[in-house]
């Protein structure tokens, strides 16, 4: 069974970019604990939503 993401597969790099931004920014300087939680999980959150999406998607016959 093949996956099709469209346009919402542009989300996983997107996602990927920003935690790699967001792991130099905080070796650089000292983020709360709960900063950095939220700053990795909006990332995260980004990645896995093609996958949500697809799932609950109507299927054309």
Known sequence: MKR???KQFIL???GLAL???VFLISQR???SDSL???LFGIPI???LLPFIL???RRTDY
Do not use: D, N, S, V
């Open 4 to 6: 099709k993401f469209g």
């Open 12 to 14: 996983i790099p997107i």
């Open 19 to 21: 935690i790699t931004c």
């Open 29 to 31: 300087t000292q983020i």
């Open 36 to 38: 950095k939680g939220l």
């Open 45 to 47: 959150g980004m990645m």
């Open 54 to 56: 697809t799932r609950f």
